[in-house]
């Protein structure tokens, strides 16, 4: 009876002690930090992993992500300097680097985040609003995230919290801001384009008027040197009819009569009404082809005059 009793004590014993052993252990995995709070009261923080002891039933484990956090910020609208909207997109990424003061100001990462936004929003406001548009999107936009990043991390210190970066995603107009401005780019665009055709126009005008004062040129030239060659050319041909006159005038005079007939008499429907004594035909009086006595060197055309 006794023996029996006294195992039962035993093992009653053995399970509280298993029960007192299994809750005064706890384990910390590598992304966690650990808060021992007894009763209420912060007791310590344990970030190396591994098992760790406490003190049964009056110790509580609140477990904390040491691990960098990612903060998804909303889409915010911001004025710059030159009085531009700008509508930005940022994030932020940071780490918990006081799990007690964490614990004490905000508790949790949800709360965490909510606060961080409001901060971020705040340092994004400060320090866009002390820039222009064109240093935000595209002169100094490193530098902006760099000192809203100091800002953040400045302000979160009281947090517990370490800001570790913070981007801006996008920095764009509003939506009627930038059809304003793609209409405007649009105008200028349009305005430079019919600038650049008037030019060209104005250009091709030159080069043509150029090209017809040069065209007139050459052809006044052409025009002048043909004429010079004519003369020459008629100058020439009257020194030849007046050598050949003087040489032969009853011959000249029936060949420049034959070449008379020749262009007088083709098949044109031509006709003529002229005395059978007419002087035109005064070497058809003889079967020679003899022009009448005495009548040859006056029928005779007349030897052109030499040029000048």
Do not use: C
């Amino acid at each position: 009876m006794k023996a029996g009793v006294a195992g039962a004590v035993a093992l009653i014993v053995a399970l509280v002690a298993i029960i007192v052993g299994w809750s005064s252990l706890f384990t910390v995995s590598q992304t966690e930090q650990v808060l021992l709070v007894r009763l209420g009261e912060p007791v310590r923080v344990v970030t190396e992993p591994g098992l760790h002891f406490k003190a049964p039933f009056i110790d509580t484990v609140i477990s904390i992500d040491k691990r960098i956090l990612d903060l998804e910020n909303p889409s915010q609208e911001v004025i710059a300097a030159d009085q531009k909207r700008l509508v930005v997109d940022a994030f932020a990424r940071y780490r918990i680097k006081n799990a007690l003061r964490f614990y004490q100001s905000v508790g949790s990462i949800p709360a965490a985040n909510v606060q961080l936004t409001t901060l971020l929003n705040a340092s994004l406001r400060r320090v866009l609003g002390e820039v222009t548009f064109i240093q935000v999107v595209r002169d100094e936009r490193e530098g902006l995230m760099a000192r809203i990043r100091t800002q953040l991390d400045k302000e979160a210190e009281g947090y517990g919290i370490s800001v570790v970066d913070v981007r801006i995603r996008r920095a764009d107009l509003p939506e009627q801001n930038s059809q304003a401005v793609y209409q405007r780019m649009q105008t200028e665009r349009q305005r430079e384009a019919a600038e650049f055709r008037a030019q060209g126009g104005q250009k091709a005008q030159e080069i043509r008027s150029k090209a017809d004062r040069e065209a007139t040129v050459i052809i006044a030239e052409a025009n002048s040197e043909a004429e010079q060659i004519r003369g020459s050319g008629d100058a020439e041909r009257n020194r030849l009819f007046a050598t050949a006159y003087s040489k032969d005038p009853e011959f000249f005079a029936f060949y420049r009569s034959m070449t008379a007939y020749e262009q007088s008499l083709k098949s044109n429907d031509t006709r003529f009404l002229l005395r059978p004594d007419s002087d035109f035909f005064r070497f058809f009086g003889s079967a020679e082809g003899r022009a009448p006595a005495g009548g040859a060197a006056a029928a005779a055309p007349a030897a052109p005059a030499a040029p000048r």
